[in-house]
């Protein structure tokens, strides 16, 4: 059940081996965005193929298979849950009216436009007939619209997670900090606290751990104590379950008070994230082929991905 050693999610993993580690913080950054940003309003094809490049990235990123071998299976398995939950889900459905006027009056076609035997207009994609799903499962009907919804739904799910992990995985969270500062140096003419929001997102990496390390020792004990569910009945579930989600809030408030007492009693100083420096070498041909693939990367998206 440890699952901070089996599940390494959003922590930073150290280690020399993986060429991921070279690249320049500021030039993964840009990447995660682009993951992040691109399947906006984007199409299938666009979707697959980001989830198809984060696998091959992760096959040859150099980072041990160890990190991956228990996490990535749980991440597609929920990403192809999801898309099954919506795949199922009625969407675009209309319901029928009946026409005020005739069907041949209202209908503008040339004279040369191609029929169906049915006498209606010949389309690329035959789904069924007019009012009829395309697809019958059981009590279960799949039209185009909920096929695209789950394949939207599940693609950006895994893209989501896995290039957010990816980059928490390879990148420390103080060369986070340092690039999230650097990003934002310009706004500080404005009066925007840049130093207090990199102080902010470096408290928030650290805080990750101990929310997963506190639901670990959470389920541990529950485990250790050997509930069964059937034998509480659904109230008493559902009582074993809120007094689990109150303790656990209990104890990350504790956490949290205790680690502001600490703050205030060295002084309560901030440190500014750019007089720390990265502390990962970076190498000029990963930095120079990541950056010439980033430009490429934006501008296949609007030949290709448009929806």
Known sequence: MDWLRQLPMGQYVDGDRG???????????????????TPILANGAWRVGLVGLLLLLTAFCGLPWLLW??????????????????????????????????????RLLPADAPRSAAGEPWQLWQWGPVGQP??????????????????????????????????????????????????????????????????????????????????QNLLRALATRSFQLRQLGLKGGMALLLGLGERLLANLLLRSEQGAEALMARGGQLLPPLTLRPRTPTAGLPNGCALVLLVLFVALRWQVGRS
């Not at 580690?21 to 950054?29: Q, T």
């Not at 228990?70 to 597609?76: E, G, H, S, T, V």
């Not at 929920?78 to 099954?84: L, P, R």
Request: with cysteine.
């Open 19 to 37: 060429w991921i580690r070279r690249v320049d913080v500021r030039l993964k950054l840009g990447w995660t965005l682009a993951f992040l940003i």
């Open 69 to 106: 071998r228990r996490l990535l299976p749980w991440l597609l398995a929920a990403s192809c849950g999801v898309g099954a939950i919506f795949l199922v889900i009625p969407a675009g459905a209309t319901v029928p009216q009946t026409p005020q006027r005739p069907t041949d009056e209202v």
């Open 134 to 215: 395309p697809l019958q499962l059981g009590p279960l009907a799949v039209n185009r619209a909920s096929l695209d919804l789950a394949l939207r739904s599940g693609t950006l799910l895994f893209t989501l997670v896995h290039s957010a992990n990816l980059l928490l995985i390879s990148t420390p969270a103080e060369d986070l900090a340092w690039a999230f500062a650097w990003i934002l140096r310009p706004l500080r003419r404005l009066g925007i606290p840049t130093t207090e929001l990199g102080f902010m997102l470096l408290l928030s990496l650290r805080f990750l751990p101990l929310v997963q390390e506190e639901l």
